[in-house]
Nanobody, 115 residues
């Protein structure tokens, strides 16, 4: 059983920044990719980006240049840095990974962008 726990969300003003964390209960080098998703008030889950075990990253066009994913394999942590936030970025942010053919999700962390 794999557990993922996101943290770091909160209320931030437009233009602000946050750093989200995803703590994995297994070594993240066991999976080729860790993804970040978000689900906004409209309810649709959107892929944000991913990171490979060696650190290569890919992002959705909507966040490219503003968000950055990093990892710390020794600590089994994946991070999502959110910059230049706008109200449209308000969502619950989830990390996701696949292990032994199963998908695992955390419970998410809420990010609210509002003045």
């Amino acid at each position: 059983q794999v557990q993922l726990v996101e943290s770091g969300g909160g209320l931030v003003q437009p233009g602000g920044s946050l750093r989200l964390s995803c703590a994995a209960s297994i070594g993240i080098t066991n999976t080729p990719l860790v993804h970040w998703y978000r689900q906004g008030p409209g309810g649709q889950r959107e892929w944000v980006g991913n990171i490979k075990r060696l650190g290569d990253t890919t992002y959705a066009d909507s966040v490219k240049g503003r968000f950055a994913i990093s990892n710390d394999n020794d600590k089994n942590m994946v991070y999502l840095e959110l910059n230049s936030l706008s109200p449209e970025d308000t969502a619950v942010y989830y990390c996701q990974m696949q292990f032994n053919g199963r998908d695992y999700w955390g419970k998410g962390t809420q990010v609210t962008v509002s003045s």
